[in-house]
């Protein structure tokens, strides 16, 4: 009886610790994942897009080393073979009930769009639905945490944990209030369904995503929120009395009442990285703050700020991470105006606004010129030939 309790006990042992093993070792570090701090959602509701070989071709003009798309697209992925850029995926929402099922479902749909593309393609990450918790179907939010843990077994059978990260983003609904930052909070009915999901991505490394918009908090209230503030231009700021911080820009405040969120459920050391971000630069006409110049002041000004490698007041020493909302202006989005207006590229390739980027109307431009010097030199060169034979 003593022997078969040891026998129980040692396989318990060996059961835990190879469960706790490979979370250790499949933990991505967000390094890893993300090069450099900035990156750019590459969205593809539209129907007047670049192709995706020149779209790889536009980001390495741009220096853009990191991108999300929102499904896994296979054009997409074929494109980037090579290239160097790394990709999140989207598991698209209305496949969760189904992976959320079986590992084995999430085992095939990972052979079918991720596996075949490595590593030529460098997928990076899965990210498992999009803004899930606080939306408004009840039966994602039951069905995302058993999906992302069916994904996350399947990359660790595949022995692919250690280079994709699994995460799920979020959008700023699941908080139940984020002023001041220090005050923020997780929404109640959010909270069951959150705490596993942090406990889940707390085991595995991932940080905690979310979707972050000033531009949606001005839109809301634009007569109690300086633009100043959300544009990151000189002003007053907010102080919070609390952590005795000033803030003067809402980017920066918006990011730490995720983290003051994240420590009173018990993950303060969970890094947040900004899944989404941008400005309209355009609406309708009860969208405020919708113009092409402050679209171009909000991402010049991030641009440069993520490119500092900074961190935030109330965590200095966590790096801030954004992906820029979006590529390219999307026109078959649903929705106000707005939604079809974030992007930093026109569909033929040119800049929308210049923040630094290069656009592939120029890039081509060039292309075409190199092409006729060569063609003439090579031309002037065979009449030589010609020439000096005669």
């Given at each position: 009886m003593l022997l078969l309790c040891m026998n129980c006990f040692l396989m318990t042992w060996i059961s835990n610790f190879n469960h706790v093993l490979i979370f250790l070792c499949g933990a991505v570090v967000g390094d890893k994942i993300f090069t450099g701090t900035y990156g750019v959602n590459y969205g593809r509701i539209a129907d007047n897009l670049p192709s995706p070989e020149s779209v790889v071709t536009l980001l390495k003009a741009s220096k853009i080393r990191n991108i999300r798309i929102y499904d896994a697209d296979h054009q997409v992925l074929s494109a980037f073979k090579g290239s160097g850029i790394g990709i999140i995926i989207g598991l698209p929402n209305e496949f969760l009930r189904d992976i959320s099922?079986?590992?084995?479902?999430?085992?095939?749909?990972?052979?079918?769009?991720?596996?075949?593309?490595?590593?030529?393609?460098?997928?990076?990450?899965?990210?498992?639905?999009?803004?899930?918790?606080?939306?408004?179907?009840?039966?994602?939010?039951?069905?995302?945490?058993?999906?992302?843990?069916?994904?996350?077994?399947?990359?660790?059978?595949?022995?692919?944990?250690?280079?994709?990260?699994?995460?799920?983003?979020?959008?700023?609904?699941?908080?139940?209030?984020?002023?001041?930052?220090?005050?923020?909070?997780?929404?109640?009915?959010?909270?069951?369904?959150?705490?596993?999901?942090?406990?889940?991505?707390?085991?595995?490394?991932?940080?905690?995503?979310?979707?972050?918009?000033?531009?949606?908090?001005?839109?809301?209230?634009?007569?109690?929120?300086?633009?100043?503030?959300?544009?990151?231009?000189?002003?007053?700021?907010?102080?919070?009395?609390?952590?005795?911080?000033?803030y003067d820009n809402m980017f920066m405040a918006q990011i730490d009442a995720a983290y003051a969120a994240l420590e009173k459920v018990g993950f303060e050391k969970m890094e947040v990285i900004v899944s989404e971000t941008g400005w309209a630069s355009r609406g309708d006409d009860n969208e405020a703050g919708a113009t092409v110049k402050n679209a171009k002041t909000y991402n010049k000004n991030l641009k440069k700020l993520l490119l500092k490698k900074k961190g935030t007041p109330y965590r200095p020493k966590m790096v801030v991470r954004a992906y820029i909302f979006a590529l390219f202006n999307e026109n078959l989005k649903p929705g106000p105006t707005s939604e079809r207006n974030f992007g930093l590229f026109k569909p033929d390739g040119s800049i929308a606004y210049d923040i630094g980027f290069t656009g592939l109307t120029s890039s081509a431009t060039s292309t075409f010129l190199s092409f006729k010097v060569c063609f003439l030199l090579h031309f002037l060169l065979l009449s030589m030939n010609i020439i000096g034979g005669k």
């Amino acid at each position: 009886m003593l022997l078969l309790c040891m026998n129980c006990f040692l396989m318990t042992w060996i059961s835990n610790f190879n469960h706790v093993l490979i979370f250790l070792c499949g933990a991505v570090v967000g390094d890893k994942i993300f090069t450099g701090t900035y990156g750019v959602n590459y969205g593809r509701i539209a129907d007047n897009l670049p192709s995706p070989e020149s779209v790889v071709t536009l980001l390495k003009a741009s220096k853009i080393r990191n991108i999300r798309i929102y499904d896994a697209d296979h054009q997409v992925l074929s494109a980037f073979k090579g290239s160097g850029i790394g990709i999140i995926i989207g598991l698209p929402n209305e496949f969760l009930r189904d992976i959320s099922q079986g590992e084995d479902r999430a085992m095939n749909w990972i052979k079918e769009n991720v596996q075949q593309f490595l590593p030529g393609t460098r997928i990076r990450g899965i990210a498992v639905g999009n803004e899930i918790l606080g939306g408004g179907d009840m039966g994602l939010w039951q069905v995302l945490l058993p999906a992302a843990k069916n994904v996350y077994t399947a990359l660790s059978r595949l022995n692919l944990a250690h280079q994709i990260q699994v995460s799920s983003p979020h959008s700023e609904a699941v908080f139940a209030n984020s002023y001041p930052p220090s005050a923020c909070t997780f929404r109640d009915d959010v909270l069951p369904f959150m705490k596993p999901l942090l406990q889940f991505f707390s085991q595995i490394g991932t940080p905690f995503y979310i979707n972050a918009y000033p531009f949606l908090a001005y839109k809301n209230d634009p007569q109690h929120i300086d633009i100043n503030y959300a544009l990151f231009k000189k002003n007053a700021g907010i102080y919070d009395a609390k952590t005795k911080l000033h803030y003067d820009n809402m980017f920066m405040a918006q990011i730490d009442a995720a983290y003051a969120a994240l420590e009173k459920v018990g993950f303060e050391k969970m890094e947040v990285i900004v899944s989404e971000t941008g400005w309209a630069s355009r609406g309708d006409d009860n969208e405020a703050g919708a113009t092409v110049k402050n679209a171009k002041t909000y991402n010049k000004n991030l641009k440069k700020l993520l490119l500092k490698k900074k961190g935030t007041p109330y965590r200095p020493k966590m790096v801030v991470r954004a992906y820029i909302f979006a590529l390219f202006n999307e026109n078959l989005k649903p929705g106000p105006t707005s939604e079809r207006n974030f992007g930093l590229f026109k569909p033929d390739g040119s800049i929308a606004y210049d923040i630094g980027f290069t656009g592939l109307t120029s890039s081509a431009t060039s292309t075409f010129l190199s092409f006729k010097v060569c063609f003439l030199l090579h031309f002037l060169l065979l009449s030589m030939n010609i020439i000096g034979g005669k």
